[in-house]
């Protein structure tokens, strides 16, 4: 009977460690392999030298995956608008990996502006972002109608890329017709929703992965609550962690979206700079935090109450910002504190004042000390 029990025991504990151990979809990889679909064309477009283009896509399914409604996952390659394509090896890992999670992704290619390669003139830059923004959103599209044919459920769709895809990412998240920068001619450019392919149908997304992104205006994220993951270098050379000059960085996305009560993970990699190669060790911890984030939107309840009223000011705002804060060397301000002298920005990153913070109108502020 004693020999019965000690059996019976240990035969539970195994139970518990391979309960325990059973991967779970959209979070972990349950499929070994993976079937691509390749260049799949979703659109065209007319690209900046008056070229038309025609725009592929190639899909990434869980090879012998009998569901019928899966979460989708966009990708945009990376290069300033000037090089890559769909191909590019991050973005296979990209689309392998979450694939392999039970996802159905998607790396596309989208128009580019070979005269960036020597210059970068900050108007044909942002129309070429604009551009790519256009593109994605008619690939949001053609995939939502096409929803049967690859098995996707069209209300779970994420968005993602590396660099200039991550800036088109957030870019059909947050940009509203409203905010076009006014250099951009939509009459020769097309409307926000472009002429890509697939007109009338909805190019909304559910959520953002944004690998070294940035916002042209941090004010954009006030339109949607859509939930974003930022990672990025705090030694990026050429998109800022925080903000610099008309870029926005993922510090100041993470910041703004967390006021809002909107969810948001930022992952910083100290000391990193633009980008890193798949080979990097730092890239496992980039698609698990990426896939952790992509379940907890879909499974978690991440509607989270706005962190403070617009009225509220000092210590209340500085204890739910204090680990953020630690993070890009920022430190809340109310009329009361006394932190010498640097600059102050408004909680949408803007430029509020550049003089002893102790003379700001009462208010909620961002206070950088000139001091680094």
């Known amino acids: 009977m004693r020999c019965f029990i000690v059996l019976l025991g240990v035969v539970a504990i195994l139970s518990h460690a391979v309960s325990a151990a059973v991967p779970v979809r959209y979070r972990d990889n349950v499929f070994s392999n993976v079937t691509v679909t390749s260049n799949i064309t979703y659109g065209s477009n007319v690209k900046a030298n008056g070229a038309l283009q025609t725009l592929r896509l190639d899909v990434y399914q869980p090879t012998g995956d009998t569901a019928k409604a899966r979460p989708l996952v966009i990708f945009m390659f990376g290069g300033g608008w000037a090089v890559g394509t769909k191909t590019d090896g991050d973005m296979v ?14 790396s596309i290619d989208y128009r580019l502006d070979s005269a960036l390669l020597s210059t970068k003139p900050w ?23 096409h929803k049967t044919d ?35 001619d939509t009459n020769k450019v097309g409307g926000i929703e472009g002429n890509s392919g697939t007109p009338g149908v909805s190019s909304a997304i559910n959520g953002v992965i944004s690998n070294w992104g940035a916002v042209e205006d941090s004010t954009w994220l006030y339109n949607n609550k859509i939930p974003v993951i930022c990672f990025a270098g705090t030694a990026d050379p050429q998109v800022p962690f925080d903000h610099s000059g008309s870029l926005f960085g993922s510090a100041c996305i993470n910041r703004v979206l967390l006021r809002m009560g909107v969810y948001s993970v930022l992952k910083p990699f100290v000391g990193m700079g633009h980008g890193m190669g798949t080979s990097d060790p730092r890239y496992d911890t980039l698609l698990t935090m ?29 204890q739910s910002f204090l680990k953020q804060a630690a993070v890009y060397n920022t430190v809340s301000d109310d009329r009361s504190s006394s932190f010498g002298y640097g600059s102050i920005y408004t909680v949408n990153g803007k430029i509020a004042q550049r003089k002893d913070p102790s003379h700001q109108a009462r208010g909620v502020y961002i206070f950088q000390n000139s001091v680094r």
Request: net charge positive; glycine share 6%.
């Open 93 to 106: 890992l990209m689309s392998q990996t979450f694939a392999k999670k039970g996802y159905v992704a998607a």
């Open 123 to 145: 108007e044909p830059m942002v129309t070429s972002m604009y551009r790519g923004m256009q593109d994605a959103k008619a690939a949001v599209r053609f995939l939502r109608f």
């Open 150 to 184: 690859y098995k996707i459920d069209d209300t779970r769709i994420f968005m993602g890329g590396c660099s200039a895809g991550a800036f088109n990412s957030l870019m059909v998240a947050f940009l509203d017709p409203k905010e076009i920068p006014s250099f951009i």
């Open 290 to 318: 990426a896939s952790q984030f992509t379940y907890d939107v879909l499974f978690g309840d991440k509607s989270t109450s706005v962190l403070r009223s617009e009225k509220s000011v000092g210590p209340v705002w500085q």
